[in-house]
């Protein structure tokens, strides 16, 4: 079965994500980390049209963007033609085989949802440096709200074939397995009600 996230027009998802409030959250995100560990090399996972970049520092040494729709990526390349050192590589991050990507800051947001967690955490595992970031923003159970917003954007619907919430405890104790330290972690509560839980943790 093709994946869902293929088939969302950029246009589309953007306009769906800004109604909700998330697009701005992740770029707020994006910004207030890149701003706080100032790293080197860069990983985004699912990074879409490239949300948040005009955040990157030009200092920065690598920027690998990394998403399932090659579409979202034509279009992160044409909106940031001068944005130096920057690389794309489209698949599924949970079966992705490189050994070519090392990076001192990864930044997942809203991808666990749509992965194997286990699977995934090994791939971060192995392209994180030692003492590195990983910071992840998951989307948090609520009974009385729909998972996937309600859209005048049909196309985003076809997201709750997939979507799958994280259950937080689970998250944590799946990066202990696999020797990552909480750094810190907080609760954001946007105006739709919806709850996000964004943690940062070191390898």
Known sequence: MKNPWTKIPAEEYEQHMLEVGQLQLINSTFKNYLHLYKPR???ILGATTGNGFENIDDKI???TAID????YLIELKNRFPNLQHLSTICGDIQHLKT??????FIYAALIFEYVNLNKTILNI???LKSRGKLVTVLQMPNENISAVSPSRFKSVGQLNEIMKLVNIPYFEEVMIENNFSKEESKII?????KQFYIGVHSK
């Open 41 to 43: 090399d860069i990983i």
């Open 61 to 63: 040494n690598s920027i």
């Open 68 to 71: 399932i729709n090659n579409d």
């Open 99 to 104: 050994t070519r990507l090392s990076s001192d």
């Open 125 to 127: 595992k192995s392209w």
């Open 189 to 193: 509560t946007l105006q739709s009600g």
